[in-house]
């Protein structure tokens, strides 16, 4: 169990699970990682993450919201936030999101008085200030309000249960159907409320109903979630209550006048919304002195109706047990994520990469959320939401679901064509049954070219598959009208396909974000020629040549920091945008010209063809050279302020573009040199600490970067190219394929406090030696059958390899005359 020290290590507490008996791998979780950032006790540049009680990809994710002044320095996404008022304690979150928050509701929230000031419908007049530290661990959480209410939550699949411990007899229970994760700087984007229903039972303890609540990061439609709410015992007093909406944001639906508050008008045992959107919700009273202080409550909710969400409630949470549900979900976690990872869990162990390894496992197992039953759409067996986003999840964490989540993994690709099928486009970011946005390609294209090329066929339609990829290919999305961009789609598909099809690439005047559009619409048209090659193999070499689009935006006269050529904004007349800022990309926002990377960043990130990419720049000795400066300290020119925490780099660690960039030195033979620029970002930049990711986690991609760092390998999606790096273990078991075991064994290796025997002196694998610095998938079947790798390590920095460098499988040679 893990208490949050401010800024400091998490500690083990709970001795008697700490001390290793069989293995639970959950004790070495630390689920306050990248929960607040640079400035201590604030969320705002921290990961965003959401904290509290969730099974693997669980509907549910049980967890405090809470309301963070300066709202500055507060990211709301995650619901938690290290020193924030809580306003309520709600069902559904998100984890990891940098965009504005989603979700946030439904909720209930202890009180130990309502009367006056407290207005039921101000959440400023009762909202709680936490004392002492939270405590979290897999499946639980534990906090205290200021009114000394104590607060334990956990969660099954699609239920929650609570434990309230109130410091006297006097207990409330509110359950607030109005409220939701605002967005609390901005409103155009923030969710609203649009209203709900009500109902208690004759039971007085059973309360049900939806809420409907809208917008929120991708501007989607209302989200109606049923709920069926139970207490453990029978209420004194149990009353519904309505009042008008006056929200300061869902302008569509206020009854205002915001200069008063509005009081609750009670409704008796049921209350709804009307055409106003009025706010409902319940109060719940227990004031015998002869009863515990103890007040339960277990609440299942459904996307389809109550019937759904009162069955999740009574099967899933069948005991009232905290504890016991509690290791329910952690049993959950070890059996179905940690054990497929095994490492040596001695206390003789390096405790740290323990905790890093595990933590980073469970945060990139929260979202996106399975939906078995759960879509309200359209009929479908399975459906998953809250691909937040596919920009994120592409770069490698899919690739490494391949591995160890087989079943899982397949189901989401078959659900995201079933997303195709049924509204016509895959999505890049999904959330609240809506696609969008999307920040730059359709990188689903990437996600589904990765499964494809690495096997995954199941009971996958490839048929479909590679419609779905060719839309996304050739058919301009409706425009959606989103504000922030004037123009083009930010919904789904590729907004920019009016001139990435006539012109080979997006200009920088037609089109916003035209260098980082160009450079992922070439690699989702890379992908859509790897299915092509299996499905429709007459199709294959159009999208293989317009994978090479981006070499139309290399200007080979642009210079930044004394190296030549670049991939720069061009305009649909052919000219090049000339005094464009390599090394700044302003706000490098919707609107401009190149999205969250500068162009200096972007001419690296062309995975399919590094070989052309090399030439570019000058050949080898000149690609290296480039590759060392984006690693120099102070070489960035933009200032990441303490959002960066502290990068000065050009390579932006803490975010996706950069990802692969420190292992190009592959693509050299120099393989000694991705070890130490990848291992170095590592150690500098993530911690078992409550700051210890560099930035938002992104639904987990950042924890999944350390862990393929951790396991010594990095996957090129898209392709079936594993790049071999240097594992942190000395004995690593991963199970593949559902049931085989590939094992990493690295020979030598010392690297214990700061000492540096992690250089690979020489690999084999199966046995054989292998004297190519990278594999691929189907080699030797290791990732099907199983297998071994084992890495000689040692001080020496080695050019080990011999063998032929990692290949390019996209390369194009564009005549001289098209560039
Ligand atoms: C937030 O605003 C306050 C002033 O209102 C300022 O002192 C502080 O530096 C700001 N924080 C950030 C992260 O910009
Ligand atoms: C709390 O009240 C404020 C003011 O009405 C509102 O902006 C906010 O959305 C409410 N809810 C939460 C969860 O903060
Ligand atoms: C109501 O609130 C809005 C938004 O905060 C504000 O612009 C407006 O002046 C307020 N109107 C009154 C009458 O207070
Ligand atoms: C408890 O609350 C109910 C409903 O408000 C009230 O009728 C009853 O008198 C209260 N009991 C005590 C012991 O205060
Ligand atoms: C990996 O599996 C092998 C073979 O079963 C076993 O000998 C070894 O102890 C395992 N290592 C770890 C760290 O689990
Ligand atoms: C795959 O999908 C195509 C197009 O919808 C359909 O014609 C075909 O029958 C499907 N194949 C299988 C095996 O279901
Ligand atoms: C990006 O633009 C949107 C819309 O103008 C704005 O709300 C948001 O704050 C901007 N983000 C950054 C990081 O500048
Ligand atoms: C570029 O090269 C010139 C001449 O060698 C040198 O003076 C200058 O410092 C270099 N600039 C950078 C940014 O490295
Ligand atoms: C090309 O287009 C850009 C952007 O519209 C414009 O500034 C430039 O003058 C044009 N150049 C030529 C040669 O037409
Ligand atoms: C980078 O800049 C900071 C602040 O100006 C300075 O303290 C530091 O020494 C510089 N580092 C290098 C390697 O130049
Ligand atoms: C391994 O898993 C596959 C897929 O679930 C299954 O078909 C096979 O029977 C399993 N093999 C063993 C040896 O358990
Ligand atoms: C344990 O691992 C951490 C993180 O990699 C490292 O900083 C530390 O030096 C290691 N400690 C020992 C004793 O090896």
Known sequence: MFIRIRRGIALCVAVSRCAVAQVDYSQFVNPFIGSEGAIAGYAFGGGDVFVGGAVPFGMVKLGLDTYEEPVNQS??????????????????????????????????????????????????TYWQTRVGEDVASVGYFHTRFESDITVELSATRHAGLMRYTFPSSE????????????????????????????????????????????????????????????????????RAFSGKNTFPVGRHFRSFNNATTPQPTFQGTSARSGPMSDRVGAIFSWNETDRSNEIKSRVGVSFMSVDKACAYKNEELFSWNIEQTAQAARDEWNRDVFSKIKVDTSPAANQTRLALLYSSLYFMHLIPSERVGENPLWESDEYWDDFYTMWDLFRNQVSLWHLIQPSYYESMIRSLIDMFKHEGYLPDGRSGNYNGLVQGGSNADNVLADAYVKGLRGKINWTEGYAAVKKDAEVLPYFDQNPVDPQGSLKEGRSALDDWIPLGYVSADRNTRAVSKTVEYSLNDFAVSQIAAGEEPGDRELYLRRSAGWQLSWDSEAISRNFTGFIMPRYANGTFHKTYDITNCGECNWSDESYEGTAFEYSFVIPHDVETVIQLMGGPQHFEERLDYVFKPNTSGVDLGVNGLGITTINNVANEPDFGTPYLYNYLNKQYKSVERSRQLATDFYFNSSNGIPGNSDAGALNCWLVWQMLGMYPIVTTPVYLLESPWFDDINITVNHN?????????????????G???????????PWNKNWFEHGDLDIMDEGGSILFQLGTEKKVWETGELPPSPGHIVLEESRR
């Open 171 to 238: 207990k409330y229970v509110l359950v607030d159907f109005s409220h939701y994760l605002p967005h609390p700087s901005r409103s155009w984007d923030s969710q609203f409320y649009a209203g709900g229903e009500i109902e208690i039972e004759s039971n007085s303890r059973t309360y049900t109903g939806y809420t409907s609540i809208a917008n929120g990061w991708n501007l989607g439609p209302p989200v109606t979630v049923y709920v069926c709410g139970e207490f453990d015992s029978i209420p004194n007093s149990a």
């Open 758 to 768: 992690y250089y690979v002196q020489g690999v084999s694998i199966n046995g054989q």
């Open 75 to 124: 990211a709301l996404n995650g619901g938690w936030t290290p020193q924030g008022k809580v306003t309520g304690i709600s069902m559904l979150h998100q984890s990891g999101t940098g965009g504005g928050p989603k979700y946030g509701y439904p909720a209930q929230l202890p009180l130990t008085t309502i009367e006056a000031p407290v207005n039921l419908l101000d959440n400023l």
């Open 740 to 756: 085989r075991t590939l094992r990493i064994q690295a020979e030598g290796l010392d690297d214990g406090d700061g000492r540096q």
